[in-house]
């Protein structure tokens, strides 16, 4: 349901409940009213006509017929108030025109009663003159009294019905105005490409909307942020796969030129080096999508199956360049996404592998204890130079010229923030040493990080 | 026609440095900032192929500095940056061409080609020496009505001395030429190619200067 349509039915309920009981309590006040004021004049009109008794101005045994009350026929509330003189003895002594045959009340003592007579109900006060040995009764229809409550309600649900409509008007406009700016709103936001990610213009708001205008500004921003990053990735990816791609096509065109075996055969030989690494370059980047990826539950595994299985991947490259890959027992489990852990290794024992001169020695070893693992990858390289060694972790940011893509740190240094770990670079003599902080067991990724 | 290359990636270094030699330019590859600077101030070079990102700074910034330094030598800027915004600024910065990675071979030849000869103060394409015409980008020539054909060899050793006619030319200069195609020249090879040419050219288009070198008759001999 909409605000609008919500606001309009609360506000139009809530008028006419405020409006129904205003009149239940006027109807209610105004019959006590006027029955306070009929029941007054009954007994004033009864005592009246006792007295005129009393003064012998009627002479009860002469007033054998009844005496008349004139009253105009056309008044709205002709009262028919009506009486009857009985004597103590029971006799009907006389009665006004229009009063019923029947005695109008049984009760004996002075006071109010109400009877039904014929079927109409009748308010009847008596007034008992001992003195004169009379009752008289005096009578008012219960009708007529009914009667001129309802058209003082009527009175009033009249204009109100008049009324409502307008109200239900005026208030529906009242809430489009409100809601106005709201619609500005969805309005400026409909119109929006799906790139821009400026904030919303900022004239004067209504201080309801200023949060939402605010918090929308800070998620614009924030997409902004997110897809300037894609996009750096992505051009930089681009670029980075122009260069080996022109290296390919140089060499193809060697290839076909070559006049001799000898240049073709090495322009064959650099293409088939290039294409190795252009793999490589592009396995890095889907995994670095990966590692940034949601959804890597932890699993339970040994470490030393997963070093094993990085080292059996990564053989080729070893002996391709007459290396020697030693790895210390680890007879740890670990519980952590086996996904990020290996694309870590993998990386750290493959940048050990490229920087490591032929003849050389890649060292895998860990040591854990209850909440972590420490695990170190050294070689006999050159090291990562002092200069980037700050940098190591940036995506493109290469160690040594023309070896590697510049993404093998990257790729690790986001696994590891993932897994909850940390990556520390030291320089050993000669070599470099990486080690790897993990703990055993944690919580499924996604939890860790604000994803 | 020797050709500095400064370029990071070794496959693609290598493939223009062989490449170039194939097209009959000298071609020597650095792939630092700082190793070209060197290589730039020791000078020799008619021309640099010189790609933007590199390890220890950008090419841009060394292109900048060249200019400032009042270095006219032509500039043809290889990278992997190739929007028409990059272009400009590769130009404005006083690049003389600018090429996208990836390139065609024939392509950087013919601009190569065609920055050195501006760079020479010549128009025409060809060079032309008594009764020789050749077209570098054809590898052909065309001598008292006849059409030519030379191996990319034959042509790289003639091209070199025909740039400079008469200025006699080492051996070792002119094995420097074919060094690279195949890794190494054998210790005859440039007296092999010569041969050749003579008897294509005729015996005595080319003279041995003996005990230095070689080099192109004067005009009418």
Redesign the interface.
């Given at each position: 349901m909409s605000i609008r349509l919500r606001l309009i039915l609360t506000l139009l309920a809530a008028t006419v409940a405020v409006w129904l009981s205003a009149i239940l309590w006027i109807q209610h006040s105004t019959r006590a009213k006027v029955e306070d004021v009929l029941d007054a004049r009954l007994a004033e009109s009864a005592r009246m006509v006792s007295s005129l008794l009393a003064d012998r101005r009627i002479d009860v045994a002469d007033a054998s017929d009844a005496f008349k009350v004139p009253m105009a026929e056309d008044a709205t509330y002709s009262s028919q108030l009506t009486c009857q003189i009985w004597s103590l003895s029971g006799a009907l002594i006389g009665q006004s025109s229009g009063a019923p045959e029947a005695r109008l009340s049984e009760g004996a003592e002075t006071g109010y009663a109400f009877s039904t007579i014929d079927g109409e109900r009748w308010r009847v006060y008596t007034v008992v003159n001992p003195a004169l040995g009379v009752r008289v009764m005096v009578g008012d229809s219960v009708a007529v009294r009914d009667r001129l409550v309802r058209d003082v309600i009527g009175g009033l649900l009249w204009p109100a019905a008049i009324v409502l409509p307008g109200l239900a008007a005026l208030i529906w406009i009242g809430i489009a105005g409100g809601l106005a700016p709201l619609d500005r709103l969805a309005a400026s936001l409909r119109q929006r490409g799906a790139s821009d990610f400026s904030p919303l213009p900022a004239g004067p708001a209504p201080a309801d909307l200023r949060p939402v205008r605010d918090a929308l500004n800070g998620l614009f921003a924030r997409a902004a942020k997110r897809r300037e990053t894609e996009r750096d990735f992505t051009a930089f990816a681009?670029?980075?796969l122009?260069?080996?791609?022109?290296?390919?096509?140089?060499?193809a065109?060697?290839a076909r030129?070559?006049?001799?075996d000898?240049?073709r055969g090495?322009?064959l030989e650099?293409?088939e080096?290039?294409v190795t690494?252009t793999d490589r370059l592009v396995r890095q980047l889907l995994e670095l999508t990966a590692v940034e990826g949601d959804h890597l539950p932890a699993q339970v595994f040994g470490l030393g199956e997963i070093v094993s299985e990085v080292v059996r991947e990564l053989e080729a490259l070893a002996s391709g360049r007459d290396l020697k890959i030693v790895i210390e027992p680890m007879p740890e489990d670990l519980s952590v996404p086996r996904f990020l852990l290996h694309a870590a290794i993998r990386n750290v024992v493959e940048n050990a592998l490229l920087a490591s001169p032929p003849g050389g020695i890649v060292r895998i070893g860990a040591i854990c204890d209850a909440g972590r693992c420490r695990i170190e990858v050294s070689d006999t390289g050159p090291g990562i130079p002092e200069a980037i060694r700050k940098s190591a972790t940036d995506r493109f940011v290469?160690g040594r010229?023309?070896?590697g893509s510049g993404l093998g740190l990257a790729i690790v240094a986001v696994a590891m923030e993932r897994l909850g770990g940390t990556l520390d670079l030291m320089p050993e003599c000669p070599g470099q040493l990486v080690r790897l902080t993990v703990p055993r067991d944690i919580t499924p990724a996604g939890g860790r990080r604000g994803r | 026609m020797r050709v500095l290359i400064v370029e990071?990636?070794?496959?693609?270094?290598?493939?223009?440095v062989?490449?170039l030699r194939?097209g009959g330019f000298g071609a020597d590859v650095v792939?630092?900032v700082e190793d070209a600077r060197v290589a730039l101030a020791g000078g020799g070079f008619e021309g640099v192929v010189l790609d933007i990102?590199l390890?220890d700074g950008s090419g841009m910034d060394l292109l900048v500095e060249l200019r400032r330094a009042g270095n006219a030598v032509p500039i043809l800027l290889?990278t992997?940056?190739d929007q028409v915004a990059d272009r400009v600024a590769g130009l404005d910065h006083g690049a003389d061409d600018y090429m996208?990675?990836?390139?065609?071979?024939?392509e950087l030849s013919a601009r190569l080609r065609a920055l050195l000869r501006r760079g020479e103060g010549r128009a025409a394409p060809g060079l032309a020496w008594n009764g020789l015409v050749i077209d570098p980008g054809r590898m052909t020539g065309r001598m008292d009505g006849r059409d030519l054909r030379f191996?990319?060899?034959e042509f790289a050793i003639l091209h070199h001395l025909m740039e400079r006619p008469g200025t006699i030319r080492s051996k070792g200069e002119l094995e420097e030429r074919l060094y690279g195609?195949?890794?190494e020249v054998e210790s005859n090879t440039v007296e092999v190619h010569v041969h050749k040419l003579r008897a294509k050219l005729g015996a005595g288009f080319i003279e041995t200067v003996r005990g230095v070198g070689y080099r192109v008759a004067p005009e009418g001999s």
């Open positions: 681009a670029h980075e122009k260069t080996p791609l022109a290296g390919l096509k140089t060499q065109w060697i030129k070559a006049e001799d000898v240049t090495a322009a650099e293409i080096t290039s690494r290469r010229a023309g070896v | 990071d990636d070794a496959v693609l270094a290598n493939g223009l062989v490449g194939l792939h630092r990102g390890p290889l992997a940056r996208g990675k990836p390139f065609d071979m024939d191996s990319a060899r195609w195949t890794g």
